[in-house]
Structure formats: C-alpha cells, structure tokens
C-alpha cells in the first residue's frame, strides 16, 4: 500500500520542523532541563506542524538518550513509540466528544504507565469538545498526576473555554514560509526521483496557503501525473490560471474594456480552469497591486511567483487606491455568490461586467471615483499640451462646449421649451459621461483646445442643467492707448459684437502691416487673404435676453467677488459650482439651480467647508453657505421661535434663550 508523502517524510527531530524555530527551541530547552510542562495547547492553520511536534514531544519526554532536546530514535522507548506504545494515547475530539469519553479518560490517567516514563495524551482538535467535556475536563487538567501530560491541539482557538486555555502553556504556531516550504518540497522530490523546478515548488507553496501538509498532498497529486513537474503540470491539475492571463484582465479593467475581458473568461473557462479560483486569483492580485502603492513599491509585502516585478509596478501606477478597493469589493461579493450559484460561469461573466463598466454603480463613492479619473486625464491633456496650459482646464471647460453645441444646432437660435430642458433624470451625471469621453481624446498642439461647434452639430441627448442660451462671442477692438503696445497687438472685451453691416472698416483694403521695427510674432505671408470678398458669411449667435433669465453665475466675470470665490476652489468643485447659479447676499453665499445630483455632493464630505474657508479668503469676512430655499426654511424657524417667546411672555413665563449659532 501506498504511504502518504506527508506521512512518509514527517518531520523526525525538533530540527527539521520549518518556520517554527520559536517553539521548538523553548520545547528543545524543557527536555533539556527535563522541566516538562503538565499541559500543552497548540494552536495554529491547518497542516504547521502541531500533531508532528505533539509526537515528537511525547518521544522526546520518554526518550533514555535525548540528543540536544531532540528524541535519539534508537533506544527502547524511541522504537516502541514508532511501533505503537499504550502509554501514548492519540484522541480525536471530532468523533470522541461527548462527556462520557472523557469520563472513561479521566479514570485511565491513574493508571501508570506500563513502558514509558510519561503517559501522553494527545487530544487533536479539542475544539470539537461539548461543553460538558470540557468542564469534566477541568479538573483532571489542572491537577493531572505526575506521570501525565495533557497536549491539546486545535485550528480555533477561539472556541476553546478560557478555562481550559488557562491551564496550559500556549504555543501558536505560524504560516510556513513560501520560501522554505519550497526548498523542503525540493528536498522531498529529490529523494523520490522527480524533477521539480523552482517556479513549481513556489507555486505549489503559494497555493498551499502556509500549509506544509497540503503542500506535499499536492507534490504527491503532481508526480502521479508526471516524473517532471513544471509550473503549467501544477496550474492544470490544481486549475487555475497563470499570472499572464492576471495581467491581462487587470488591463482590461482599467481599460474599460468588456469585450476582451469576456473573451479571455470563455477562453479560460474552456480550458477548464475553475472561475471561482481566477476570482480569487484576481482578488489577490489587486492585494498586491494595493500593498504596492500603499508602501511605495515595496516588494517585501508581495509572496513569491506573484508575477514579474517590473509589470506589476508599472500596473500599480495605473490604478488608483480607490479603484482597486472597489474591485476588490466587487470580487469578494461575486466570489461569494458564485460558489452557491447554478452557474459559476454566468456569476464571474457579470463579475468582469461590473469590473469594467464603473457607470452601474451608481453610490457616491463610485461617482466619486469616476470624476477623480476624468480630473486625472484633464490634467494629463493639459500637462501635454503647451497651448493649454495658459488657461484652466476642468470638467466645467467640457460641459461648456456641450452647452455651445446644443444652443449652436440651430440657425434660427431659437430657444428650447422649459419643458423640453428639465427632464426627470438628473443631468450631471450624463454631462459626466460626455466629459469623460472628450477628455479621452488628448487635444493636438495645433488644435485650439475647445472648438466651436458648426451648425451641423448633432443634437446632444442630455440636459446640463439650467436654460441653454447663446454665448456672445468676444469683439476684437483696438486698445483704448497706445502704452507702448505694438500696432498689431489686439485685446478681447466682453462687449456684444457688432453687426456685419456696422463694421466700421473696410474689408476690401489689404491687411494691416507692422509699422517701423515692430513686427508681429506670427507670419501673415501667404496666410492671410488680401481682402474678405467670397467667403462665407456665418451667422452670429444672438445676445442673451436677460429680461427672460435670471443672472446666472458663468464664471466669465472675472473681477466679481463669485468669480474669485470659485477660482480658489480644488477642480472637482468648481465644475460642480460652475454649473449652478451663485450670488452673494450680505453674509451669505446663496446657490441655485440644484438638483439632486448637486444637493447630494454639496452635502457629502467637506464641499461647504471648502466653499466657506475660499468665500472668506475672498471677502474677508464669514459667508454662510445656503442652497437656495435653505435660507426660507431658517427664516421661517427664527420667526417660529420669535413668536414662541412672545407668546410665552405675554403669559407671564420668563424664557432665556441664547443664540448659539
């Protein structure tokens, strides 16, 4: 019959016992002084060395020639120990649980023993003990008799009682190391005649999770396939998938990109792999990517054969600590559903959905996580772009030319139905999607950075909030003084322009020419046409009538106190304010316009501190922060109080009441 490995090679001395030098060096040191504990409880994971030191301490007490606190396995009691002595009583607690099992132990232990020194008791997974057991157990483990000792084993230490705990010297035993569980597979394969490479031993210790037991059950599963273990034999009896296939979805992830990361799935699941292994397989893989950024690349955090390391730094920077805790929620919850699941295919295929299309969640935290990736690619454009960076950026830049294409789609300018513009869904979240779509698109050094739209523009398929108008473009005049300026230097002002027909200068003449030294920093030459006759003549867009809208904050006055307010905001809260309607009253900053999207960001986090500490760096003095109906509804309350008080004096009762906003 064919004997286990893990049988086979059990440790036979206290020095071959890997990664548990703590423990075996003070048991080593009590057979030295021949002080033996009455009681031992180890506790650790399954497969750590617990039941192998439990033997070899039970050899060792009885042994007549110890050798540096190791058991010799020569003499009499080392032999009749191997073959099976009576005096060392192994017990299973799972099957033997029940109070009268330990009644018949309780009255064995006066008996003496009939060819060791000691008799050993030796209870394997005491956990499992009923809690009559345990306090028919008390006594006897308290008080044993002299040639009695107790060693008590067990993977959950929790469920044993404090007062059986109480009563014994506690060892926890560690996780085998990777790394020595690796060289021991090693040693093993070596002595049986296979061939084992180090990525597969590596692999095998990985997947062993710190169980050296579970490791030599799987080297002893790998030779029986083949005399030659490679990292794939390993992958393919044990199914899972290679760190390759890992990077590959992490990619796809990032990318956003379902299609490829379906593919790979069926391509993984026909080849047998089991789903709910890759799941947790990617879970870790994005531990690592997180230990990573959270300890600046340190790799002493990361358990070996876990991929290349270059790769997984430069993936590391690709995502942020944000992104991988919500993938790692998402495949913790799937990994949970999916063992229970009909189909575990179906269960991972709508895991990678989720994964790769961050807009089905719809929780703050999500959103959050979304605007922080459209903020990040907006400061890459204009990090790339030396034309871009003599203006700010933000996602409010992106929505305005949303907000242009819609009010330039028509020639007759004529303004949408109020019905048509206050839809039921909430606005900003699709203007989001559209932002998120143009920042993709990294604008060319020869492009301007926002293009006006033509009139064949399509109709855009959202709101952005508040009623669409017309922006009036900016006239070009001559300054108002020379100061020393050149002739052909122009500066914009915000006046409307003027009609074609009202041009007060000739469009026939040439084009002006630098006088004296001074000469433009561009070339006209060839450039410019000698006279505007036979081009197209494009309409205008009309001035807004402000008699039918209200003043509505755009950020486009750039000397008004709401202006500078904003612009000491971060980004991601002037494209929400830049939205909104915004005016200052006495002592308070009131904000139109909101809807729920804006209400919900507002008051999530700390928006209004921001906006309170920006108001008073701007104004000098302390702004309240309202959202428009916020102050009626304080207004109302003080007046209630007011009357309150009246009231309750003109009844004689004497209230004192202090204001402690």
Known sequence: MHLALYRKYRSASFDEVISQEHITTTLKNQIKTATPAHAYLFTGSRGTGKTTCAKLMAKAVNCLFPKNGNPCG????????????????????????????????????MYSPTVCRYKVYIIDEVHMLSVQAFNALLKT?????AHVIFILATTELHKVPATISSRCQQFRFNRIDARQSADRLCEIAKKEGVSLTEDAALLISRLSDGGMRDAVSLLDQCISVSG???????????????????????????????????????????QSKDLILLL???????????????????????PPGSGDKNALQSQARDFTQGEIMRCMDILQECTAKASTAANRKIAAEMCFVRLCTPRLDSDVTSLSLRMEKIEQRLDAVVGGNPAAADRPWSIADTIRQIENAEAKKSVSHVQPKAADIHKNESPVPKAVQQAEEIARQKPSAEAPLAQAPTEEAEELPFDVGGQVVAQPAPTVTQPADDSGKPDWLFEGDDTPPAPMDEIPFDTSEAPIEADGDEVPPFDLEDN???????????????????????PVFDGQVADSECERI????????????????????????????????????????????????????????????????????????????????????????????????
């Open 74 to 109: 020569e003499c009499e009691s080392c032999r009749a120990i191997a073959e099976g002595c009576p005096d060392i009583i192994e017990m299973d607690a799972a099957s033997n649980n029940g109070v009268d099992d330990v009644r018949a132990l309780r009255d064995e232990v």
């Open 280 to 302: 947790g397989e990617m879970t870790e893989h994005f531990r690592n990517l997180s230990m990573l950024i959270a300890t600046n690349m340190d790799f002493s955090f990361i």
């Open 566 to 661: 904003v612009q000491c905001l971060p980004s991601i809260i002037q494209a929400v304010m830049r939205t909104l309607s915004i005016r200052l009253e006495g002592d308070s900053m009131i904000i139109g316009g909101c809807k729920r999207f804006h209400t919900d960001f507002l008051n999530t986090g700390d928006s209004r501190q921001r906006i309170t500490a920006a108001a008073k760096e701007v104004t000098g003095r302390d702004i309240k922060v309202l959202l428009e109906g916020e102050e009626a509804a304080a207004e109302e309350k003080s007046d209630r109080l007011s009357e309150f008080l009246k009231n309750a004096e003109s009844m004689g009762v004497n209230i004192k009441y202090k204001n402690k906003r």
């Open 141 to 145: 483990l308290e008080e044993p008799p």
């Open 228 to 270: 030659e273990i490679t990292e794939e034999v390993v992958r393919s009896i044990t199914g899972t998938a290679g760190a390759e296939y890992l990077f590959k979805l992490a990619e796809y992830i990032n990318s956003r990109n379902a299609a490829q990361a379906l593919k790979l799935l069926d391509e993984l699941h026909s």
């Open 528 to 550: 410019t046409p000698a006279s505007l006759e036979g081009l197209p003549e494009y309409p205008l867009p009309e001035a807004p009538n402000e008699a039918d809208n209200e």
